[in-house]
């Protein structure tokens, strides 16, 4: 059998040569990807934070926000929403179908065993348990028509934090830091006190998909008085010089950094640096921060500070002040988790509302004389509103058909009601304002457009509002 020629030759260059000689070619490509590498990685290196302040996308109303969290959901007809007709009609059925209920059935219409009474220019009726917050009805924006879409706590909760109710989504506190930034580069953007431990937890207030620098920064939760309740910040301050800190980690953010260059663009790590080099810079700023020994004795007492029941939301109240003066760009303060009412109303309502008003009260007053109410946004409420009909002889279910929310300052009509329960407080009726309508009108007066701040992720781009929302215009001053 003849067999096949065997040829033989060396080869000009080898493969390695051919990729180093060709100018147009694959080593032109690496080189561009390695520079973009490069690139990436010295930006990871930059000093400029995430957090710098932004420009807003038009001319805002408002710098910042503090959101008054009522946990449990307030009764709206025993708050803010007077109906005569609940109070004529007390204990007959009724007139029209209910909508689901949440827990255990409920029985006839239960009149509000509050007092209402109109107050200010406005005429606006609140229940006898706010005292102090009804000196300030000049100043409030009341919604009357909010609604939501879920009759749960955690959902519910989760839809007034983020927009949705059945998926992890990123905060409003960390939308609007995310959008804007923050004015003060040795705090975080968005400071929670006290937040829940229940009901949703943390997600109502992190980042989710988000980079993590924008999550909201806890101190303490539900369970720790405020005055407890500290900024977190790096451990051992006192026992090792700043010096000995800085190099530490100035040498971790080198590692990190290499990290980067190789593996290119990583959220996690990059929040990761960043949170290490904002506790650091906290040393100095978190500490006179919290001790409120410079604030005058009025100020305290105005606040509730020297009360046993109101000190630890006063606190909270008065905090959320020192915080936005000094550039934070959202506070939450929560009084958790005491509104749930499906008992024992009259008792309950009445504590918690004692706990809360004059705070509340001094806070609107102490920003009103200060001259930051105008640029700040306050918004009060909890995760939904209760039934005008009872549950038990003395309670209340969950009601997301119709309740109560307020605003106040930045860029909102004082002294105004806006939509409209039905006679007797169960669903709106009239103007009504869903919680996508009320994160559309937030970012708004802070100068962003809802439909426009976005976050490509998994492939969709992401917002508060979803597909949803529209802007409450006749609310806008």
């Keep these: 059998m003849p067999q096949k020629p065997c040829y033989s030759f ?15 070619g694959f080593g032109s490509l690496a080189l561009a990807g390695l520079t973009s590498e490069e690139v990436r990685a010295d930006a990871a290196r930059s000093k400029v934070s995430p957090l710098a302040a932004k420009p807003a996308q038009f001319e805002p109303k408002a710098k910042r926000v503090i959101f008054l969290f009522m946990h449990g959901g307030p009764s709206q007809v025993d708050t803010f929403d007077y109906k005569p007709l609940l109070e004529r009609d007390h204990g007959k059925p009724l007139p029209f179908s209910k909508p689901r209920v949440f827990s255990a059935p409920t029985g006839n219409l239960l009149k509000s065993p509050f007092q209402f009474k ?23 924006c009341i919604i009357n028509g909010m609604h939501g879409s879920n009759s749960r706590h955690g959902g519910a909760l989760l839809e007034l934090h983020t927009g949705s109710d059945t998926f992890v989504r ?9 959008g804007l930034g923050t004015e ?19 997600n109502a207030y992190s980042s989710a998909f988000l ?21 977190p910040f790096i451990e051992n301050a006192e026992k090792q010089s700043r010096h000995l800190q800085r190099m530490e980690l100035d040498l971790l953010r080198e590692m990190n950094s290499d990290q980067l260059a190789l593996t290119g663009p990583d959220n996690v790590l990059e929040s ?9 810079r906290m040393q100095s700023a978190a500490p006179e921060l919290q001790n409120i020994g410079d604030e005058t004795e009025a100020t305290q007492k105005l606040y509730g500070l020297d009360q046993p029941a109101t000190r630890n939301f006063g606190r909270q109240c008065l905090m959320a002040r020192r915080f936005i003066e000094r550039g934070v760009r959202f506070v939450q303060c929560t009084h958790s988790y005491k509104w749930d009412q499906h008992g024992n109303l009259k008792a309950d309502h009445s504590k918690n509302a004692m706990e809360v008003d004059q705070p509340i009260a001094a806070l609107l007053i102490d920003l009103k004389a200060r001259g930051l109410l105008e640029d700040t946004l306050i918004l009060w409420g909890g995760e939904f509103g209760r039934t005008p009909v ?19 300052g930045a860029g909102v009509k004082p002294g105004i009601r806006y939509g409209k329960t039905d006679d007797y407080g169960y669903y709106a009726v009239e103007d009504k304002v869903h919680l996508h309508d009320l994160h559309a009108t937030m970012l708004h007066l802070l100068g962003l457009d809802h439909l426009k701040l976005t976050y490509k992720y998994a492939g969709r781009d992401f917002r508060l509002t979803d597909v949803h929302g529209e802007i409450i215009h006749d609310i806008l001053a």
Excluded at 170 to 178: A, F, K, V
Excluded at 213 to 221: A, K
Excluded at 272 to 280: C, D, K, P, T, V
Aim: charged share 15%; with cysteine; net charge negative.
């Design 10 to 24: 060396t080869p000009v260059f080898n493969r390695r040569d051919l990729l180093k000689m060709s100018a147009a």
């Design 118 to 140: 109109q107050y200010g220019e406005s005429g606006a009726w609140v229940s006898d348990i706010f005292p102090h917050v009804a000196k300030q009805v000049d100043d409030l």
């Design 170 to 178: 990123p905060s409003m506190g960390s939308w609007i830091t995310y």
């Design 184 to 202: 003060n580069q040795d705090l975080p953007g968005f400071i929670t006190m006290c937040p829940t431990l229940t009901h949703g937890g943390v």
């Design 211 to 231: 980079p993590a620098i924008y999550s909201g920064t806890p101190l303490g939760n539900a369970s720790i008085p405020s005055d407890q309740a500290k900024i």
């Design 272 to 280: 990761r640096i960043e949170s290490f080099e904002l506790a650091f």
């Design 390 to 408: 009872a549950q038990g002889d003395d309670g209340r279910d969950h009601n997301p058909q119709g309740y109560t929310m307020w605003l106040a």
